[in-house]
């Protein structure tokens, strides 16, 4: 990103282009206007943006239009789309197509001017990670983080980066994928590592219990507290607080976790005075907290305040590279637990593990490995040695892969049993992902459970 951030602003009305042009050129920004989609999109093809502030409604071409122009041209620019006719079917298509936020109007100029700032901080950060050649034979990892590919790679750069602020990081990716191990990185690697690091299931905590964990209590404050107790941020004081979960909290303790994360103050339950801590929060979640924001579950304030930099945990569908690696270290982990001599996974075993997408991740494969270690009766891993449930063994290895010869099209095809081809792929491989629940693959398919059901028995696919 060049020193001085450039931001094009797209607005058809001359006095909000006028307007922004002020309040950005104030805040250093070199800004560049545009009064129409066409011309925006003109303006995109001819140059490099930081950063795109575009009103959504345009008349000739929509902020969205040139949203997809922006990121075609450049990934890393960040877009922020703004409009007085929001809604939450356009906003959830912003935030897919890869919009850094939507902003309805008319906005507050403070929470604006943060939310360019956030952006361009992000964008910066993720700009000098892409630099990061995925090609690199140095073998990184952080802790027991397994994996050399390119996108833990790029985690790995980021943890480096962030590691060492007391900025507040969001960690985000399927159940299963080494989210706390993330978390302990940033904490090992800070200054605040000699401090304890304190993790919270916030979706393991009933709510009724959650507030007093968390802030602490005083004596007499409700039945059975017989005595002081300090809670987990004043535990964590000078540390790291990692809520794991953090999409599962209730609205009325967000108020309360957003009063803290501002004044960075405690009130325990049943009392007045305000404790000062210095904890560092780290969350994470499984949940698409954008859409929670849209759909009023998850307060959008906190949202912003938690969400400063977000690392998202790719799962290990998107890492296979990682995927042998991985299984070695379970085996060698599991065989010293267990006193056996198993020193390799055969390459059959191997393969044979690559053809499953691990819906529960490296959890998952980690506890496949501690099973097969168990019930191993000889020194290597062999595929029938893999304490794989036949169901789950019967779909890895019953789904064919299969490839379709566009060139025979010169010497005549029959239409009909290709697409049939290929929609039993479909099919098959859906079943393959869920292990047989056609509930769950109905609705991989966009497809309600009759009409898949229908294309089963139509197909002959059980």
Known sequence: MSKTPHILVVDDELGMREF?????????????????????????????YDLVLTDIRLGDVTGLDILRAAKARREETAVILISAYATTE????????GAYDYVPKPFDNEELKETLRRALEIQSIAAEKETISDESPEERHFGRMIGDSGPMRRIYALVEQVADTRTNVMITGESGTGKELIARSLHDLSRRKERPFIPVNCGGIPETLMESALFGYLKGAFTGATQDKKGLFEEADGGTLFLDEIGEISMALQVKLLRVIQERTVTPVG???????????ICAT???LEEEVMGSRFRQDLFYRLNV?????????ERKADLKPLA?????????????????????????????????????????MER??????????????????????????????RRFDLEAVSTGVDI?????????????????????????????????LRSFRYRCDKLGVT
Not at 357 to 367: A, I, K, Q, S
Not at 377 to 391: D, F, G, K
């Open 20 to 48: 922004l042009e002020v309040l950005l050129t104030r805040e250093g920004y070199r800004v560049t206007l545009s009064d129409s989609g066409r011309d925006a999109i003109k303006k995109i093809g001819k140059g490099d």
């Open 90 to 97: 356009t906003a959830v298509e912003a935030m897919n197509e």
């Open 271 to 281: 009392g007045a005075r305000e404790v000062a801590v210095d904890t560092r929060i």
């Open 286 to 288: 499984n949940k698409n």
């Open 309 to 317: 930099i977000e690392i998202r945990v790719p799962p290990l569908r």
């Open 328 to 368: 070695q270290f379970f085996l060698e982990k599991y065989a010293t637990e267990m006193d056996k001599h198993i020193t390799q996974i055969s390459s059959y075993a191997i393969d044979l593990l690559k053809n499953y997408d691990f819906p529960g991740n490296v959890r998952e494969l980690e506890n496949l």
């Open 372 to 401: 097969s270690v168990a019930l191993s009766t000889t020194n290597i891993i062999l595929p029938e040695s893999l304490a794989m449930s036949s169901r789950r063994r019967r779909w890895i290895e019953g789904v064919p892969k």
């Open 416 to 448: 009909t049993e290709i697409l049939e081809a290929i929609e039993t792929a479909y099919v098959e491989k859906a079943l393959a992902f869920t292990l047989g629940n056609k509930s769950r693959a109905a609705e991989l398919l966009g497809l309600s």
